[in-house]
């Protein structure tokens, strides 16, 4: 057995429309295909009889793609929301340019942050590198990381060791 790639990433959403406007208004993702899908071998795989599930595929820029699935039937609920530290909680870390710049945009759309302000990363494998936290409509947590510039350790908010 070889695993050969990531295909995609699969989020259920609430609202598609509300989805499809932070993916790609935000995060200029671009919109692939987009149906409605009530197949037999859907509901088996998923293990939900009689599904419909609205979809949307999206491009990632640099490559990747997320698929956004609303199930019209049956309805789901959401999931509460949780901590970074829960298991079972996911993130998609996005390496971005220009990083105040959407957190600017993501603030002003009334997307959640986590700090206010990008960190600065001090130690590790990405040193010099500014990340921030920032979560879609529906609670999926984004790392968003900006590599530095040559020469530059970038700015933003310290972290203690």
């Known amino acids: 057995m070889t695993v ?4 995609h990433l699969g989020l259920t959403v609430a609202d598609m429309e509300r989805s499809l406007a932070f993916w790609t208004g935000l995060l200029d993702c671009t919109l692939q295909g987009r149906g409605i899908a009530e197949w037999e071998h859907i509901d088996t795989l998923v293990g939900i009889a009689s599904t419909r599930i609205e979809w949307a595929e999206l491009v990632l820029p640099g490559g ?3 698929e956004l699935q609303q199930y019209h039937h049956p309805p789901g609920a959401p999931v509460p929301a949780g901590g970074e530290g829960d298991p079972g909680r996911s993130h998609l870390a996005l390496q971005v340019e220009g990083l105040d710049g959407l957190v600017d945009g993501l603030r002003r759309s009334g997307a959640r942050l986590s700090p206010e302000r990008p960190v600065l990363i001090e130690h590790g ?4 590198w500014r990340a921030i ?3 879609d409509p529906d609670g999926y947590g984004l790392e ?3 590599p530095p510039q040559a020469g530059d350790r970038g700015t933003g908010v310290k972290i203690r060791s």
């Open 4 to 7: 050969r790639a990531v295909d």
């Open 64 to 66: 990747g793609l997320i």
């Open 125 to 128: 494998a990405y040193v010099g």
């Open 133 to 135: 936290y920032a979560y």
């Open 144 to 146: 968003l990381m900006e």
